[in-house]
């Protein structure tokens, strides 16, 4: 059995600049798709992630619901420990809390679910 150690391939220096920083923007330019070889969420080939077409779509509506739906805010001014934690998920070592309320536009639907 072969695995493929992707947390250091997605830290690689040699491959992304300043690997560690939150830049969403570093994939602006490029379908994660394509055939370049320095990411690989949902792995390769023939035992690649069968579920990739359908997370892809989902994270992108879940994460725009959460915004359209809700407001956001912070507790506390502190810097975020972005320190990983143990586990299969890559939980942070101290979690984030964070307050949400409906926006004022969804307060009715969402009173109706
Ligand atoms: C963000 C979401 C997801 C990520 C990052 C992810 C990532 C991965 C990765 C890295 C693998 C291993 C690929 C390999 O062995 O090279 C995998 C396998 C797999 N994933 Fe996902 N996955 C996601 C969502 C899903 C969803 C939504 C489904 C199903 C609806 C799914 C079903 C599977 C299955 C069945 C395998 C095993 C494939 C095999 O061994 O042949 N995944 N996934």
Known sequence: MLLVNLWTLHRD????????????????????????????????????????VLAKRFMANAIGSLIQCFEWE????????MTEGIGLTMPKVEPLIALCRPRQLMVKVLSNI
């Open 13 to 52: 220096p040699n491959l992304w600049v300043d690997p560690t920083r939150f830049v969403p923007e570093r994939f602006e330019e490029r379908e994660l798709d394509s055939e370049i070889y320095n990411i690989l969420p949902f792995g390769v080939g023939r035992r690649a992630c069968p579920g990739s």
């Open 74 to 81: 912070r507790i506390g001014n502190e810097e975020i420990n």
